[in-house]
């Protein structure tokens, strides 16, 4: 089996952990409004600041499955869900041992696309579509591949980030993933001047691309009441953040045996804190913290539970692993 290389697995835990914290910005302080900027500024702009630096998550996610190609088979499939059916009914003893209530809306919103597991189904759809998208990349120029791609986010950005036309719902559906995904593809198999650079020269453009909108929006929100620079996965600078931080790390070269270990249970980290099941007490949990101490330490104290969480949850899916590994060898016998 080919060594995964470290750098984009240690990517994709990061990935993950800007998940949670994306995720305990949205639940505990919320958005930021034009009565925030005009009465807390600094408190506004850390709040918006930490948002952008965070919302390249899911982008970068399937940025790095565009990287190495999604190799698209039936067992692939049934491991998805597989652990989407795992985790909800580790859940739910999970509930029943702590007191949680659990009805059968919670469970049932497990398998619905409009929920917290919007990404499942929205990824699940690239899966099975990635065998035409990398036919295309094969036989397609860098012209027409430029030009397809071109033309997917040019769409996404005016139609959805800021006329909300498209009801894109800000990139949470499969066309904004097929679009990271051909872009990712491109950068990988074609050379381009954009991969060129150093590390260095990513970095400076990632915390560009992150403050720039901020500084957009907190102005348009001040003066004229609207955020024009708001954060979603469809906006050019979230996008371009995006490209930025995964170019960063491809520049790392380097292969860590713990790294590898914890990246390929990263996906239990989103399937567990936000569950239908869990995601209510999740916020409950945060929001307990953030009124027990002041505004400046919760952040570090948020980074910090998150970081434990994430490692646990990637502890926790090694059982996960194994069942599955039994499971699979019997049922794909000769695959």
């Known amino acids: 089996m080919k060594q995964r290389q470290s750098n984009f697995e240690l990517l994709r835990i990061l990935a993950m952990l800007f998940v949670v914290l994306l995720h305990v910005n949205e639940m505990v302080l919320g958005g930021v409004n034009r009565l925030d900027v005009i009465q807390s500024p600094v408190d506004a702009f850390v709040r918006s600041l930490s948002e952008q630096f965070c919302c390249v998550c899911v982008n970068v996610f399937i940025l790095i499955s565009g990287w190495f190609g999604i190799k698209t088979s039936f067992k692939g499939v049934a491991n998805i869900i597989f652990q989407v059916f795992f985790y909800t009914i580790f859940l739910i003893a999970l509930g029943h041992l702590l007191g949680w209530e659990v009805p059968l809306d919670r469970i049932t919103a497990v398998v619905r696309y409009d929920t917290a597991y ?90 560009v691309f992150t403050l720039l909108p901020c500084i957009i929006g907190f102005a348009g929100s001040y003066f004229i009441g609207s955020d024009l620079g708001k954060a979603q996965y469809t906006s050019p600078f979230v996008v371009a953040a995006s490209v930025s931080l995964l170019l960063m790390f491809s520049k790392f070269q380097f292969v860590s045996k713990p790294i590898n270990y914890l990246a390929c249970s990263a996906f239990a980290i989103y399937l567990i804190h936000i569950s239908p099941i869990s995601a209510r007490y999740f916020k409950q949990h945060m929001t307990a913290v953030y009124d027990s101490m002041s505004g400046a330490l919760f952040i570090p104290v948020s980074i910090a539970i998150a970081i434990v969480l994430c490692v646990a949850c990637m502890l926790i899916d090694k059982v996960r692993i194994y069942l599955w590994s039994v499971i699979s060898k019997k049922i794909f016998k000769n695959s």
């Open 118 to 207: 919007w990404f499942v189904s929205q990824y699940l759809l690239l899966y099975l579509i990635a065998p035409a998208l990398n036919s295309f990349v094969d036989s397609a120029d860098d012209k027409r591949l430029l030009g397809v791609t071109a033309s997917l986010f040019t769409f996404e950005f005016v139609m959805d980030w800021q006329v909300h036309y498209a009801n894109m719902n800000g990139g949470n559906n499969v066309v904004s993933f097929i679009a990271l995904y051909l872009l990712a593809r491109y950068l990988a198999t074609r050379e381009s001047r954009l991969s060129q650079y150093s590390w260095k020269h990513y970095a400076c453009a990632y915390f």
